[in-house]
């Protein structure tokens, strides 16, 4: 009678160790996805644009390092909700993909830093050296600060972090040009 019995239960999926364990597992899945996001936005952005300041501009540095805590909190909301709200399926992947949004802007912001500092001690070191400012610098400074200007209207965390980026570019292509004049 136990034989059949487990036999029913089994065709009914009451007893199926997949399905019950479908639910773990796709939490799981979901946050080893959410991790592999959050990895590769402080792999291929936050690292990099912590990389791009000047060593000399603290107050840079303490900006971004107020927006690498913020994006490390967003760690915590989702498995706050994975663990605590034991929130799974597609609830958990909402509260994953927010978290991700967040963290994205957070990067934009990062870059938004490194591309105002970057430009700072430019423009400073430009104006301690007593050489006349060619009209190419000038040029390559006056469309970083355009693009940096767009940079900060422009809605969208990707957008926005390409514009910050080629500001970076320019200033980085002014301050050699400089050098190369100087």
């Known amino acids: 009678m136990v034989p059949k019995l ?17 639910g773990k597992a796709s939490v799981g899945a979901i946050l080893n996805a959410f991790l592999d996001r959050m990895n590769d936005i402080w792999d291929n952005e936050l690292d990099p644009a912590w990389n791009r300041i000047s060593g000399q501009d603290y107050e840079a540095e303490r900006a971004i390092t107020e927006e690498h805590d913020r994006f490390h909190q967003e760690y915590l909301h989702a498995f706050e909700a994975a ?86 570019d320019l200033v980085d292509q002014a301050s050699e040009l400089a050098s190369r004049e100087g």
């Open 6 to 22: 487990l036999a029913a239960l089994r065709s009914r999926g009451v007893l199926d160790h997949r399905r019950a364990l479908g």
């Open 83 to 168: 663990i605590r709200r034991a929130e799974n399926g597609d609830t958990l992947r909402q509260t994953c993909d927010a978290a991700v949004a967040r963290s994205l802007e957070c990067a934009a912001l990062v870059w938004r830093r490194a591309a105002e500092s970057k430009l700072n001690m430019h423009q400073k070191s430009m104006k301690k050296s007593k050489k006349a400012i060619s009209r190419a610098i000038r040029s390559l400074d006056e469309q970083a600060v355009g693009l940096l200007r767009r940079g900060i209207k422009v809605r969208g965390s990707s957008d926005k972090m390409k514009l910050f980026k080629n500001a970076i």
